[in-house]
């Protein structure tokens, strides 16, 4: 026959269970229920916590690969169509929540050999001490653990000097500068507090970053007043130097049919060019991949990917985070206590609301419910498809078809 004991530990383990597994767990309770029942201090509360989310999170979730931190709220830049502008602010991560952030990655990576860190903002070159302590941190920790780790960061790239360039270089850090065309559609949109372009201030920077690597990427927003010169503004900025491009419509503003119409022409158009004459130095991911289609609805956010902001809280990804910064919907947890959130990891790997809104409008075939930020963007819902980026999907498929039909 169980002990009193026994049977009270486990109404208080199931009690703790109910917990993490409600919508949004109550971590005050769960740390009270922890200190009384079993009389642990707060760090062995914390560490107990940590534990059994880990151990839970293992048993029911992939891997976690990917981490994005946000090293600063801070940004030198005033872009017209920022998705940043409700996070802008002047914290800065602390080193000592930024190592918890990489002990989690490390912690809930597994077996996974291979895991990745993405440093971002803000601007990240705002506080790049924090850029450098974190790097050095996560490669003693892949050393130690036998893993390997990969390094990137994504940059308005104005702030990028000769000793930047250097330490990116030594520690592998591959650098995404976010360009959108040429002097003309770039300083169109993206413009310094003061309202002048930064299109020499950028070029200066591929300048410097190719003196020490071979290889600079662009990530290109294609607003729908450039959409009908983007297509030369790629091979002007690789005549430049530009080595890969992540090439995508704006999201959070309204396109017209017409402007959508011509970003598909323009997109077919360089699909045919990119394919007609394979080049060794040059690689747009969305083209090698235009006939990869994921196996899984959704995307990695949450799943194999999670965002740590300044304060220390994990969303599923940066840019969610960036559009509700009081209350993200995609809340998963803390870098002291783990992943507590477990029904909405379940909701964002799972994906069944989303599939069926989809299925509920007619979306179907290739498409897998786009991304979650987009979403939440246009609707308000993490799991309403966008109809915005489902037409444009339709207009670049269909580009990249007739593309190979010519």
Same mark, same amino acid.
């Given at each position: 026959m ?5 049977? *009270?530990?486990?109404?208080? %383990? ?17 740390k009270?229920? =922890?200190?009384i029942? @079993? ?9 107990l916590?940590?534990q059994?989310?880990?151990?839970? $999170? ?9 981490l ?5 709220? #801070? ?14 602010g002047? !914290?800065?991560?602390?080193f ?7 002990? &989690? ?8 050999? =291979? ?6 903002g ?5 506080n790049?001490?924090?850029?450098q ?12 653990s #036998?893993?390997?780790?990969? +390094?990137?960061?994504?940059s ?7 000793e930047m360039?250097?330490? @990116?270089?030594? /520690? ?10 040429l ?11 003061? #309202?002048?372009g930064?299109f ?5 920077s ?15 927003t294609?607003m ?11 091979l #002007?900025?690789?005549?430049l130097g ?8 704006a ?12 970003f ?5 158009r ?10 060794g130095?040059?690689r %747009?991911?969305?083209?090698d ?6 196996? @899984?609805y959704g *995307? ?5 990917n999670?965002?740590?902001?300044? $304060?220390?809280? %994990?969303?599923?990804?940066s ?12 809340? &998963?947890?803390? =870098?002291?206590y ?5 029904? $909405? ?8 609301? &989303?599939?069926?809104a *989809? ?6 075939g ?9 979403n ?12 915005? /980026?489902?037409? +444009? !999907?339709? &207009?670049?498929?269909?580009?990249c078809?007739m593309?190979?039909?010519?």
């Amino acid at each position: 026959m169980n002990s009193c004991k026994e049977v *009270c530990d486990k109404d208080v %383990i199931g009690e703790i269970h109910s917990i993490l597994m409600s919508e949004a767990p109550d971590l005050t309770l769960l740390k009270r229920l =922890v200190k009384i029942n @079993f009389g642990f201090s707060p760090d062995d509360t914390r560490r107990l916590i940590y534990q059994v989310t880990k151990n839970l $999170n293992a048993a029911f979730f992939p891997p976690v690969t990917k981490l994005e931190i946000v090293h600063t709220e #801070g940004c030198n830049l005033a872009c017209a169509y920022c998705f940043e502008k409700n996070m802008r602010g002047r !914290h800065k991560i602390k080193f000592d929540t930024a190592r918890k952030a990489v002990d &989690l990655l490390f912690d809930y990576s597994a077996g996974e050999p =291979v895991v990745n860190i993405l440093h971002f903002g803000g601007e990240p070159t705002l506080n790049f001490p924090s850029v450098q302590k974190v790097t050095e941190y996560a490669e003693e920790k892949a050393k130690a653990s #036998g893993k390997l780790v990969e +390094f990137h960061m994504t940059s308005n790239g104005v702030l990028i000097n000769e000793e930047m360039a250097g330490y @990116f270089s030594r /520690h592998k850090i591959m650098v995404l500068l976010s360009i959108d065309g040429l002097e003309e559609e770039h300083n169109r949109f993206r413009v310094d507090a003061k #309202g002048r372009g930064t299109f020499a201030k950028v070029l200066k920077s591929v300048e410097i970053l190719k003196k020490s690597q071979q290889w600079v990427g662009v990530k290109m927003t294609v607003m729908p007043e450039n959409a009908p010169t983007f297509f030369d503004s790629v091979l #002007g900025l690789y005549d430049l130097g530009v080595n890969q491009f992540l090439i995508s419509p704006a999201t959070g503003v309204r396109w017209a049919e017409d402007d959508m119409n011509t970003f598909a022409r323009q997109y077919g158009r360089l699909y045919r060019w990119y394919r007609e004459k394979p080049r060794g130095d040059l690689r %747009i991911a969305e083209f090698d991949e235009v006939d990869k289609y994921s196996c @899984f609805y959704g *995307c990695h956010a949450g799943r194999n990917n999670i965002a740590v902001n300044v $304060n220390g809280d %994990i969303t599923s990804c940066s840019k969610i985070m960036a559009i509700n910064k009081t209350r993200p919907p995609d809340k &998963l947890g803390d =870098v002291n206590y783990g992943l507590t959130h477990l029904e $909405n990891r379940f909701q964002l790997a799972g994906c069944s609301r &989303l599939r069926r809104a *989809c299925e509920s409008m007619g979306i179907s075939g290739d498409y897998q419910g786009g991304c979650f930020a987009v979403n939440y963007e246009e609707n308000g819902d993490l799991f309403s498809p966008s109809l915005q /980026h489902y037409a +444009f !999907h339709k &207009l670049m498929v269909s580009a990249c078809s007739m593309g190979r039909e010519t």
